[in-house]
């Protein structure tokens, strides 16, 4: 069985660059609190009417495509991850497909937040390894900026996330060795609300939603879509920060050796680990219990903020396009988000 290998890789982030200094016009935050607790110092918004999910997609697609030295009809299938779509349905697959003129292949939208892309590409090397597909585009593209609550209320969720897109094409690998190794999946919904965007949704926080104390029963009973919702600004993302971080730490390290011991490596082995940028104290702290040196890990929070699922392939993207990645290096991709889940893949370059 052929392992897979990403034959191109491609990103766009928007050019409006927002820095932290920007974000005080909204919000009682500031440059030293932002870049102290996360490392972050500015991040991409996108344009309000020009760019979407899918149009930044589309464009990391072109370029992934190319790479690969391949034509967008020649592709055969589409797996797309984004927790901001352009629809609430359908997902984004279907607007790629249209765009970029491809054949009528399956489009499939996974929903998995920060791990998103991971889980993405999982989906996509089963189709490989099986032999049933030969050329997949997997995506991982957002637009946190047209959902953030910018007041004060949500300064602890809207200074993270930034907006941008990256892709890679998935092909049977030719040389031995080579591609994806192995990839590796979890969740665990016991705390499903500490990270969620609760509406529109069937819940009627039927779940217990975290942030419905002001609501009575029968403003919940009657709350697909309301007023309240809007008054309350309950369209928002929630995040319990602290309990994040404190199972992320977790997480990460763990995900990471199980793709290191199923392969009978150890961290000394990797070249690059390129986590999910979710905070750079969050990657500080895994490079530090994995013992990992400085070269060894890449970090771009700092210019792009969150990017839930398109901040693996963005970071990929960088950090081959700069060299940092070479044939044969051991390259590994380790998420952990919202659901909760976690993720890891294991790559021969
Ligand atoms: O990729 C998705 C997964 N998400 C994550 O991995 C996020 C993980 N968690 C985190 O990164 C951190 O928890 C945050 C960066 C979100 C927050 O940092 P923290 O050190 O956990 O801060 P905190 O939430 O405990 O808040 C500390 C203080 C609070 O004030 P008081 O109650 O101590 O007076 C907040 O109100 O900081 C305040 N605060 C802010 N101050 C200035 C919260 N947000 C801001 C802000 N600017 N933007």
Request: proline residues 3%; contains cysteine.
């Amino acid at each position: 069985m052929p392992l897979s290998k990403i034959a191109g890789i491609g990103k766009y982030v928007p050019a409006n660059v927002v820095t932290n200094n920007d974000l005080i016009k909204y919000m009682d935050t500031n440059d030293e609190w932002i870049q102290e607790r996360t490392g972050i110092q500015e991040r991409r918004y996108a344009h309000r009417t020009e760019e979407t999910t899918t149009t930044m997609a589309v464009e990391a697609a072109k370029i992934a495509i190319e790479r690969a030295g391949t034509t967008a009809e020649e592709i055969d299938f589409i797996v797309f991850a984004t927790l901001s779509p352009d629809y609430y349905f359908p997902g984004c697959g279907v607007l790629v497909q249209r765009a970029l003129k491809m054949k009528e292949i399956g489009a499939l939208d996974v929903r998995n937040q920060c791990s998103g892309f991971v889980y993405a590409l999982s989906v996509a090397d089963q189709f490989i390894k099986t032999g049933m597909y030969k050329n997949i585009l997997v995506i991982g593209s957002e637009k946190h900026s047209f959902g953030l609550d910018f007041t004060t209320r949500g300064r602890n969720v809207s200074v993270i996330f930034g907006d941008g897109a990256g892709a890679v094409v998935l092909q049977p690998a030719d040389k031995e060795g080579q591609g994806i190794l192995s990839t590796h999946l979890h969740s665990d919904g016991e705390s499903a609300e500490m990270l969620a965007m609760y509406n529109p949704g069937s819940h009627a926080n039927h779940w217990g939603a975290k942030n419905y104390a002001d609501f009575d029963d029968a403003e919940i009973s009657d709350m697909f879509m309301s007023h309240q919702m809007i008054d309350k600004a309950q369209l928002y993302p929630f995040m319990d920060g602290p309990a994040v971080f404190k199972k992320a730490v977790v997480k990460f390290p763990e995900v990471i050796m199980e793709a290191l011991s199923k392969s009978g490596y150890s961290s000394t082995d990797i070249n690059m680990l390129i986590p999910h940028q979710a905070n750079l104290r969050i990657s500080q702290f895994v490079q530090q219990k994995l013992r990992l040196t400085d070269d060894k890990v890449y970090n771009n929070i700092q210019k792009y903020g969150n990017t839930t699922a398109a901040s693996i392939p963005i970071a990929l993207c960088e950090a081959w396009e700069e060299g940092k990645i070479r044939e044969g290096d051991l390259v590994c991709l380790a998420a952990f988000g919202s659901g909760f889940t976690w993720a890891s893949a294991l790559l021969k370059w």
